[in-house]
């Protein structure tokens, strides 16, 4: 198991509490509290943090992407 890396941004969002990343993987924690983690993605955490709506951009680009990314739910 990989240990989370949490980035230290407070991303004005609606959607996502805090974003991290593994060694192969983007980390999301939601505002619900839910975390999940995205196999294959973490190289986008820096593009999501620079979007003009980080929410947006994770919706379209990853939570969309099932093809893409493999999704855990952590909590």
């Given at each position: 198991?990989?240990?989370?890396?949490?980035?230290?941004?407070?991303?004005?969002?609606?959607?996502?509490?805090?974003?991290?990343?593994?060694?192969?993987?983007?980390?999301?924690?939601?505002?619900?509290?839910?975390?999940?983690?995205?196999?294959?993605?973490?190289s986008?955490?820096?593009?999501?943090?620079?979007?003009?709506?980080?929410?947006?951009?994770?919706?379209?680009?990853?939570?969309?992407?099932?093809?893409?990314?493999?999704?855990?739910?952590?909590?």
């Open positions: 198991e990989h240990e989370i890396v949490w980035h230290t941004k407070v991303l004005d969002s609606s959607l996502i509490n805090k974003l991290g990343y593994t060694a192969d993987s983007l980390v999301v924690e939601f505002c619900n509290g839910s975390v999940y983690k995205y196999k294959g993605a973490q986008l955490l820096y593009d999501i943090m620079q979007a003009s709506s980080a929410g947006s951009y994770l919706s379209s680009n990853v939570i969309a992407r099932k093809d893409l990314y493999e999704v855990e739910r952590l909590s």
